[in-house]
């Protein structure tokens, strides 16, 4: 029997340049062999014919260059997210939108739960409650019988009770920056970034895990939610790359069902950079097939919405103080320049404009002493950019990651509150960016909004908001854009367009079918083609 299969389709679009429509896809041994029509491919004879996409749009499968293995593990927990979600398994929860609403559902969990056990929820987005701040007492309303600990949608903020307030004592660790206290110098119940949430975290020896989604059974999760929404390649760009972490990625993506190839990336701030930089050498020769190790993440500031994005001056729209640093400014220039000296790519997540500033002066420094071709170093979320910035991106040849989902689900209150409307219509410039010719891609960034790269690709083209308004039409992007940016660019920043991220001869055999083609159908409607399965190598996964 010959190992040569022929995948026909109504349509297949390429991402190669130079023949960007086919009808069949040839492949051999997991690469694709050859691309055009069947008569074209003929010389490949004998081969099997596969139609079960005849009436299908393949495309590259897509590539997901800033999401989190946490996503796997995050429905372990209840879910308390201001938008309905379907978990990995299809069932559909409810949005939590408004403080009482998340009180019900926290009783409900604890009812559920041993009597010693702590209660963890995620997903929750106080900033759409009138923009009232989570305390320990709105918690303790609920549940005041056992430690909580409610992990805000952006991951940059948690709120707790005060049972978790005093089981961590944190009136002793009130000197920590992003323990919010009130007027009378006492915790709230609010941790804002890394510092803070340590104090909780390590105090109580919680039975959760930050990090969880390291486990192989998360993993497995993640790996099949990425696939069942035509992801063929993921990120998990922030992965602690310790022993115990890499047992569960060796273990996880050498399963011959794994449905998916994962890039995870150090997470720079668990080491200081020399023993990052060894960290990072002591992996590369672990890399197989499925699993291929090169980012190194660093984490500058916080996120708008949650008020710890750093943002240029006149800071936040509506009056609140400037965010903060994960680390102080001078050290993420040392890490920087230490990761780049090394010859590591760097994801930067810069959410404010200030974050940007500061990343790009240190890039720029690091550019001049140490001069590096073809670095792809990438600015993740970077969503206020300015023009000023994305030239001197363009300069220094730095591509940029943007989290386009932000123009729907924040997009009308970074314009209401946050950032205003001058700067609301920049948000996510893809236009002006494209225009530069910088490489640039989008994202969903999930657990913080649900896998999905066609929606990240219709949020790009139509820039609407959740309410359904337009913000920043000039900054709209074609459909054959935003598909290259889920795509071959996507792959690009992770150093891998060699492999994958477009259909031609030579690539892995990694391919995504659609229901509808994207370029016929109308933009509004991008987010609705049903993904009908992956191939990975040339093996085929049903979507469920």
């Not at 891609?441 to 609407?464: I, K, M, Q, S, Y």
Request: aromatic share 6%; charged share 20%; glycine share 6%.
């Amino acid at each position: 029997m010959s190992n040569t299969r022929i995948f026909s389709a109504r349509s297949v679009i390429t991402m190669n340049p130079s023949q960007p429509e086919a009808t069949h896809v040839a492949v051999r041994d997991g690469r694709i062999l050859g691309v055009g029509s069947l008569e074209s491919l003929a010389s490949f004879a004998p081969y099997t014919l596969d139609e079960r996409y005849a009436d299908a749009t393949l495309l590259p499968g897509f590539v997901e260059g800033h999401a989190h293995a946490l996503e796997g593990a995050m429905w372990e927990y209840v879910y308390l997210g201001y938008f309905e979600r379907k978990d990995p398994e299809g069932q559909i929860w409810s949005g939590v939108t408004s403080f009482a609403a998340m009180q019900e559902r926290l009783r409900e969990q604890a009812a559920q739960l041993p009597a010693d056990q702590p209660l963890i929820a995620w997903g929750l987005d106080p900033i759409y409650f009138d923009g009232a701040r989570l305390t320990r007492e709105v918690i303790d309303a609920a549940v005041s019988d056992r430690p909580v600990v409610v992990i805000h949608s952006n991951l940059h903020v948690i709120s707790v009770n005060s049972a978790t307030v005093e089981a961590a004592d944190l009136d002793r660790h009130a000197g920590v920056e992003g323990i919010v206290l009130d007027e009378n110098g006492k915790p709230t119940g609010e941790l804002q970034e890394l510092a803070a949430m340590h104090a909780v975290i390590s105090a109580l020896e919680l039975s959760f895990d930050l990090l969880k989604g390291n486990d192989a059974r998360a993993l497995r999760r993640f790996a099949n939610a990425a696939a069942n929404v035509g992801i063929t390649t993921t990120t998990d760009l922030i992965n602690p790359l310790n022993e115990a972490s890499m047992d569960h990625l060796q273990a996880a993506t050498g399963s011959d069902e794994f449905p998916v190839r994962l890039v995870p990336a150090l997470a720079s701030m668990a080491y200081t950079p020399e023993a990052g930089i060894e960290r990072m050498h002591s992996v590369q020769d672990k890399s197989h097939n499925k699993l291929a190790f090169g980012p190194v993440k660093m984490v500058t500031d916080g996120s708008i919405q949650g008020y710890t994005a750093r943002l240029k001056w006149p800071y936040y729209h509506d009056g609140h103080p400037n965010g903060m640093w994960n680390a102080p400014p001078e050290a993420m220039v040392e890490m920087i320049h230490s990761y780049h000296q090394a010859g590591m790519q760097l994801h930067i997540h810069t959410n404010g404009d200030e974050a940007v500033e500061l990343a790009l002066d240190a890039l720029e420094e690091a550019l001049s002493l140490w001069p590096r071709a073809d670095h792809r170093h990438t600015l993740q979320h970077c969503q206020i950019i300015d023009h000023a910035q994305l030239k001197r991106a363009a300069k220094l040849g730095v591509c940029l990651n943007m989290f386009a989902n932000h123009l729907y689900y924040w997009g009308d209150i970074h314009r209401d509150r946050t950032i205003g409307p001058e700067r609301a219509l920049r948000l996510e410039p893809l236009a002006s960016a494209r225009a530069l010719n910088i490489t640039t891609t989008v994202h969903c960034d999930a657990p913080v909004t649900p896998l999905g790269p066609l929606f990240a690709a219709w949020c790009a083209v139509n820039r609407e908001t959740s309410s359904g308004a337009q913000l920043g039409d000039r900054e709209k992007v074609s459909v054959e854009t935003a598909l290259r940016m889920i795509t071959l660019d996507a792959a690009y920043t992770l150093k891998l367009d060699h492999m994958i991220g477009s259909l031609e001869i030579g690539k892995q055999a990694d391919m995504v079918a659609l229901a509808e083609n994207p370029l016929e159908v109308d933009p509004h409607a991008l987010r609705d083609i049903q993904v009908l399965g992956t191939v990975l190598g040339g093996v085929v996964y049903d979507a469920r």
